[in-house]
Structure formats: C-alpha cells, structure tokens
C-alpha cells in the first residue's frame, strides 16, 4: 500500500499515508481503559508463550 501511494502520490501525502497506518493502532491502544489494556497486554503474553 505504501509502496503504491509512494509511486502515485506527492511525497507529503505518502508521509501522512504511512503515519495514519501506524498512528491508528497507536490512537486506538490509547483509547481503551486501564482493564482493558491488561486485557490485551494479557493476551499478546498467552500468544507469545504458545
């Protein structure tokens, strides 16, 4: 995806392609409440471990 909005697009909008793809999981961690943070975090451990 990034490869082809690099190849289409002004180099400035690429930039701010690739920021939202990596600032979208970023934002949404951020907006979960305490439980629900230990909720993931407890679940990348358990896939981790397997």
Request: hydrophobic share 55%; proline share 6%.
């Amino acid at each position: 995806m990034a490869l082809i909005a690099w190849w289409l697009l002004p180099g400035w909008v690429t930039l701010l392609v690739v920021l939202g793809l990596v600032a979208a999981p970023i934002v949404g961690y951020l907006m979960l409440d305490p439980s629900q943070r230990r909720r993931v975090r407890g679940q990348a451990r358990k896939r981790i471990g397997s």
